[in-house]
C-alpha cells in the first residue's frame, strides 16, 4: 500500500501517522497515514465527504487529532501550530473576506502579520497578480469579488510569504477553463521552484495531469497511496478510484 | 404541492418555512445541549436561561410601565394646564391651611398670618422646586406673591386617580397630544426593536434566498414566515400583550383587559413583528451594504431608546411635568380621534367593543403598512445594490499609517467602514450614560458640585462604549476568521491585540468628556484624576473580557452568537465603577476595578483552554466545576441580587428599617443561591457536600464539626480588630468616618438586632461557602497557595467598607488557611463567628 514510502521517508516534508479524527458519533478520519515527499505535487483524490477538508484542518493545527501524529518538517501540526504556520499557505475551498477591506488591503495585512514589509511583499507579488488578472481589480473590496476572483487573491495569499509547502482545497472548484489552465501552470511552475503542494480534488484528469503523488481516500480512511504510475499500473485513474471506493465501501 | 403552473399557494408555503425554522432551531438548540452535555455532563444552559428569563420580567416591567403612564399622565397634564392658566397646583392636604390663613386675615392677626403664610410657602416651594427646579428663595417668594395678588382662588388641587372613562369629556387637549405621544413611544419600541439589540450577529443578505425563490412560490409567502422571527425570539415582543392588558383593564376594569391582551395584544404583537422585518428586508435589499449596517443600527437603537427612555421618563414626576410643559408649548394639538377611537371606540360613550374592535384594525393597519414595505423592497429585485458608481475609484489605504501594527489598522479601517457600528458605538453608551447620570441624579450625596455625576457619565459611557465595540469588532471577522489562523500567531496574541485597541480608544474617549471636567470642576482635579486612573484599570480587563465573547462559524458558515451564559458572564459586575463614581461610592467603585480585573482573569483562563478547540467544540474539555469562574459568578450575583433586594425593600418600608431590609434580602438571596449552586453542581456531576469538606493527599480531614481551634482563634482576631477600631478612633484623620459607621451604635434595639443576626447568623456560613468554599479553592488549584491565599482574602475584603479592610483582610486568611488545614468549611465558619460576635459585642 505505501511501497514508495519508506525510501521518500528521507525527503518527506510532511508525515501523517495513523491520524483518527472523531466529531461526536461521526469519525472523519479513520486510522489514516501518509507522506508527502518534498518538491513535489501530490493529490488527494476523494468522493465528496470523505475528510479532505478535515485532513487539511488537522495539518494547519485548527483541529486536534484524537489519535496519531502529523508533522510538518519535524514539527507537530497542532502544538507547533504557530511556528508551522511560517511553513505553510492555505488556499480553503471557499474562501471569504473582511466585507471592509479591499483585496490590497487584505494583502498588505496578511503580509504585515507574517513580519513582512507590506510594501515589498506586494511589489514581489505584482507581476503574479497581473497574470491572474488581479491587479485591476485590486482596490475593490474583496468581499465583491466573483467566485474565481476570491479563489486567485486566496492563492496569493497562500503565496505572499513564500512558503515551502501549500495546501490547496479544491483549488479549480468553480473556476473558468483559462484561470483552470493557469492555476496548473502555475503549480507546475512553483514545484520545479522547490515548493512542495498538495491539494485535493475529485476529478481524475487533474490528479493524472499534475501529480506525481497520489493519495485515495474514502469515507475517512486511506485506501491507496503512492506514486501516481504504481497506482495506475497501466489502467487509467478512474478505474483504478472506483475500485478502490466500492471495495472500501464494502469492507 | 403546486399544480399545473400555478404558484403554491400562500399557506401551504409559510406552513412549510416555519416548520422549516422550527426544526433548524430545535436542531440547534440540541447540538448545542450534546455539546453542552459532553463537556459538562448537563444538558441546560442555566445562567443562560437565567439571563432570558430575567430579561423577559424586564420586558414585561416595561410594558406595564407604559400602559400605566398612559393611564396616569392626566394628572401631570392638569397641572401643567392649570399652570398655564396662571394656578399653582396644591396637594389637597393643604386645603386647611387657606381656611385658616382666612381666618387669621379676617382677625388682623398679621404676624400669625405672615408667619403661617411663610410657613405654607416653604412647604409648598419645596415641592415646585423639586417638580420645576428653580432657586428654593425666589420660589418661596412667588409662592407669597401668588397668594396675595390672587388670594385662594389662585391655587387648585392635585387631582389623583382619575378614570379616564368616566370625565374624558373634560379632557383638554393637550391630554390626547401627550397621549399619543405615549403611544408613540411604544409603538415605535414595538416597532424597531426587532430581534433585539445587535450586538453580535452581521447583517447579510439571507443567501437562502436565491434557492427559495427558485420554487414556484410567492414571494410574500417567503417574506411572511421571516417576519416572525422577532415575535418568537425577543422577549419584548411576546411580553407585548401587557401593555393592552393594563391599558384596557385601567379604562375597563380587569376583564376587558384581559380580552384586550388576547384579541387585540396578540395579533399586534405580530403585525410590529412584521412591520420591523419587512422593514429591515427591504432596508437591506434597497441599500449597500456598509450604508445598511447604518441603518438598521439607528433603527436598533431608536428601538432601544424607546424602551430605556419610557422606563427613565415614567421614573421621575417632575421628568413628567417638563416634558408636558414643553410639549404644551412647543406642538401644536393633535388629532384627537385616533387615540379616542382606539381607547373608547367611536361612539358618544366609552365603548369596549368598539375600541376592542379599532385595536384590532390596527394590527391590520400595521400589516398592511408592513407589505407595502415588502412590496417596495423588493420592486428592484433580489439583487444586493452594490459596487462602485461609475468613475468612482477606491484607493486602498496604505500600510504607513499605522503601518507597525497591522491588526490595529485593520480595526479602525472596520469601525470607519461599517457605519452600523459608528452609529450603535456612539449612540447607545451617550444615551445610557445620560439615563444613569439622571436616575442616579438623586441618589448622589447633596455636593456642592456635580463632577462625580460627570465622571459617572464618563465612566458610564465608555464601559457601555466597550461593551457594545467588542462583540461587534469580534463579529466583523465573522467567516473570514480562517485568514488569522494562516498567520503565524495565536488567536489569543489577535484577541489581545483588538483588546489592547480598544482599550486605548475607549480611554480616548472617556478622557475626551473628563478632560472639560476638570475645567468645569478646578476644585475637584484630584478626584477626576483619580477617577481616569481607576478607568485606565478597569477598562483593560473590560476589554479584554469583551473580546473574550469570540466564536468560530460552524460547519455551514454561519457565525453562531456565543452562548447566552457567557454574554452574562462578561457583563456581570460592569457597572459597579461607573455607578460607584456616580454616587461618590467609593467602596462600589473599587469593587467594580478590582472584580473586573478577577473576572476577566477568569474568563482569560476559560477562553485560553476554548481556543486551541474553537473550530472543534466536540474535543473542548472544561476545568473541573467548581471553577474560579464559577466562584466569582456565584459571589457577584449574590452581592448584586443581595444589593438590588435590599434597595426593593427598602422603598417598600421606612428608611430606618434598612437592616430588616438587608439581613431579609441577603437571607434569601443566599437560600437561593445556595439552592441554585446545588442544582449547577450536580448538574456537573460534582457533589454539592464535596464543597464542605476539601481532602487532600497526605492530610486528613478533621472528624468533628467543632473546631476549638477555629474558635479561638476567631475569637482572638476580633480582640484584634476591636483594638484596631479603638486605634482608628484616636487618629483625626478616621475619626469622623469611624463615627458615620458606628451610627449603628445608636439604633434602636430592633434594628441592632437584625444588624447582630445578619452579622453572627447569616453572614458567616455565606461568606464561608462562598468565598473559602468555592473561589479559594478554585484559586488555589489554579494559582497555588500563597496568591490564592493572598487574592481570595483581598477579594474577601473588597465586599466590605473600606475601614475594615485591614481587619476582614487577615481574617480571609484565617479562615482561608483555617480551612486548608483543617478540611472542613465548618472551622472557618466557627472562626468568623466568633470574631463577628466580638465586633458586635464591643461595638
Known sequence: MTDSQSTDQETALVQINGVTKRFGAKTALNDFSWSLPKGKISGLLGPNGAGKTTLFRLLMGVLKADQGTLAIDDLDCFEDRVVAKRRIGFLPDEPVFYSYLSGREVLYLSAGMHGLDPIEAMQSLLPLACRLGMDQALDDYAEEYSRGMKKKLGLLLALLHNPPLLILDEPTNGLDVESTRLFFDLMRELADAGHTIVFSTHLMDQVERLCSEVAVISKGRLARAGHLEEICGGRSLEEVFLELTRESAAS | ?843
Request: hydrophobic share 50%; glycine share 10%; aromatic share 12%.
Open chain 2, 1 to 843: 404541492m403546486s399544480r399545473g403552473g400555478q404558484p403554491t399557494s400562500f399557506w401551504v408555503t409559510v406552513r412549510a418555512l416555519l416548520r422549516a425554522a422550527r426544526l433548524r432551531r430545535d436542531g440547534r438548540m440540541k447540538r448545542q445541549s450534546e455539546l453542552m452535555r459532553r463537556k459538562s455532563g448537563s444538558g441546560t444552559d442555566m445562567l443562560g436561561c437565567l439571563g432570558t428569563a430575567m430579561i423577559s420580567l424586564f420586558m414585561i416591567l416595561a410594558h406595564g410601565l407604559y400602559g400605566y403612564m398612559a393611564l396616569r399622565i392626566v394628572d401631570p397634564v392638569n397641572e401643567v394646564s392649570a399652570e398655564r392658566e396662571g394656578m399653582m397646583v396644591i396637594p389637597s392636604y393643604l386645603s386647611r391651611t387657606f381656611d385658616e390663613l382666612a381666618e387669621l386675615k379676617s382677625q388682623g392677626a398679621k404676624e400669625r398670618f405672615d408667619d403661617e403664610l411663610a410657613r405654607f410657602a416653604e412647604s409648598h416651594a419645596r415641592e415646585r422646586v423639586r417638580n420645576w427646579g428653580g432657586d428654593r428663595e425666589e420660589t418661596i417668594q412667588k409662592v407669597m406673591d401668588h397668594y396675595h395678588l390672587h388670594g385662594p382662588d389662585g391655587f387648585t388641587y392635585e387631582k389623583s386617580h382619575v378614570l379616564f372613562r368616566e370625565t374624558s369629556s373634560d379632557f383638554p387637549p393637550l391630554f390626547w397630544t401627550v397621549l399619543t405621544f405615549v403611544f408613540g413611544g411604544w409603538m415605535t419600541m414595538m416597532i424597531f426593536q426587532g430581534e433585539g439589540l445587535e450586538l453580535d450577529v452581521q447583517r447579510v443578505r439571507h443567501p437562502m434566498w436565491e434557492w427559495l425563490m427558485s420554487h414556484p412560490i410567492k414571494p410574500v409567502a417567503a417574506f411572511s414566515a421571516e417576519m416572525l422571527t422577532p415575535a418568537v425570539s425577543n422577549p419584548l415582543y411576546f411580553t407585548s400583550p401587557v401593555f393592552w392588558w393594563v391599558l384596557f383593564g385601567g379604562i375597563y376594569g380587569g376583564a376587558v383587559g384581559f380580552l384586550a391582551a388576547i384579541l387585540v395584544g396578540i395579533p399586534f404583537t405580530f403585525a410590529a413583528s412584521a412591520l420591523n422585518k419587512a422593514l429591515e428586508i427591504s432596508l437591506m435589499l434597497r441599500l449597500s451594504i456598509r450604508n445598511r449596517g447604518a441603518v438598521l443600527g439607528l433603527m436598533s437603537w431608536l428601538g432601544y431608546v424607546s424602551l430605556v427612555g419610557g422606563i427613565f421618563v415614567f421614573s421621575s414626576f417632575s421628568i413628567h411635568l417638563r416634558l408636558i410643559a414643553w410639549m404644551d408649548r412647543i406642538l401644536p394639538d393633535l388629532p384627537q380621534w385616533p387615540l379616542r377611537t382606539l381607547l373608547y371606540g367611536w361612539g358618544e360613550t366609552a365603548s369596549a367593543t368598539g375600541a376592542i374592535i379599532s385595536g384590532a384594525l390596527l394590527s391590520v393597519g400595521t400589516v398592511l403598512i408592513a407589505s407595502y414595505f415588502a412590496w417596495w423592497g423588493m420592486r428592484k429585485g433580489l439583487q444586493a445594490v452594490g459596487g462602485r458608481p461609475g468613475g468612482v475609484v477606491r484607493q486602498s489605504v496604505k500600510p504607513g499609517w499605522l503601518g507597525r501594527y497591522p491588526l490595529y489598522r485593520k480595526e479602525l479601517l472596520w469601525f470607519w467602514r461599517d457605519k452600523g457600528a459608528v452609529v450603535q458605538v456612539i449612540l447607545i453608551p451617550l444615551t445610557i450614560g445620560a439615563v444613569q447620570a439622571f436616575n442616579l441624579r438623586g441618589l448622589a450625596s447633596l455636593a456642592v458640585s456635580d463632577w462625580n455625576i460627570w465622571c459617572g457619565f464618563a465612566v458610564i459611557c465608555g464601559t457601555y462604549f466597550l461593551i457594545v465595540l467588542g462583540p461587534r469588532s469580534l463579529a466583523s471577522e465573522g467567516a473570514a476568521l480562517w485568514i488569522s489562523l494562516t498567520w503565524p500567531s495565536g488567536l489569543e496574541e489577535l484577541l489581545k491585540a483588538k483588546a489592547r485597541l480598544w482599550w486605548v480608544v475607549s480611554s480616548g474617549v472617556v478622557g475626551l468628556i473628563l478632560v472639560p471636567g476638570c475645567f468645569l470642576f478646578p476644585g475637584d482635579l484630584w478626584r477626576i484624576a483619580i477617577v481616569a486612573l481607576g478607568w485606565v484599570i478597569f477598562s483593560f480587563s473590560l476589554a479584554e473580557k469583551s473580546v473574550a465573547l469570540v466564536t468560530a462559524p460552524n460547519s455551514s458558515g454561519d457565525v453562531e452568537p456565543p452562548p447566552r451564559s457567557r454574554q452574562w458572564a462578561v457583563m456581570i459586575g460592569t457597572l459597579a465603577f461607573g455607578v460607584g463614581v456616580m454616587t461618590k461610592n467609593w467602596h462600589v467603585a473599587v469593587i467594580g476595578v478590582v472584580f473586573s480585573s478577577l473576572t476577566a482573569a477568569a474568563i482569560w483562563q476559560n477562553l485560553r483552554a476554548r481556543l486551541p478547540h474553537l473550530f472543534d467544540p466536540w474535543t473542548e474539555k472544561l476545568p473541573p466545576a467548581p471553577t474560579v469562574m464559577h466562584a466569582v459568578i456565584a459571589i457577584a450575583l449574590i452581592s448584586e441580587a443581595a444589593g438590588i433586594g435590599t434597595v426593593m425593600l427598602v422603598l417598600f418600608l421606612e428608611s430606618d428599617q434598612i437592616w430588616f431590609a438587608r439581613s431579609m434580602a441577603y437571607g434569601l438571596i443566599g437560600a437561593l443561591a445556595w439552592a441554585c449552586m446545588h442544582q449547577f453542581l450536580e448538574g456537573r456531576d460534582v457533589d454539592p457536600k464535596s464543597i464542605w469538606t476539601w481532602p487532600r493527599p497526605g492530610r486528613e480531614v478533621a472528624k468533628g464539626r467543632f473546631s476549638l481551634e477555629g474558635l479561638a482563634l476567631g475569637a482572638a482576631l476580633g480582640g484584634i480588630a476591636a483594638l484596631y477600631v479603638v486605634a482608628l478612633k484616636w487618629l483625626p484623620l478616621t475619626k469622623e468616618a469611624l463615627e458615620e459607621a458606628l451610627s449603628m451604635a445608636n439604633a434602636s434595639n430592633v434594628e441592632f438586632f437584625f444588624f447582630a443576626f445578619l452579622a453572627i447568623a447569616v453572614a458567616p456560613f455565606a461568606e464561608e461557602y462562598l468565598f473559602r468554599g468555592l473561589l479559594f479553592r478554585a484559586l488555589d488549584r489554579e494559582w497555588g497557595t500563597t496568591k490564592a491565599l493572598i487574592g481570595s482574602s483581598a477579594f474577601f475584603a473588597i465586599y466590605h467598607p473600606p475601614l475594615s479592610w485591614l481587619p476582614v483582610f487577615l481574617l480571609g486568611l484565617l479562615c482561608a488557611w483555617l480551612f486548608r488545614r483543617n478540611g472542613r468549611l465548618w472551622a472557618p465558619i466557627l472562626a468568623h463567628m466568633a470574631y463577628n460576635t466580638v465586633i458586635v459585642l464591643t461595638g
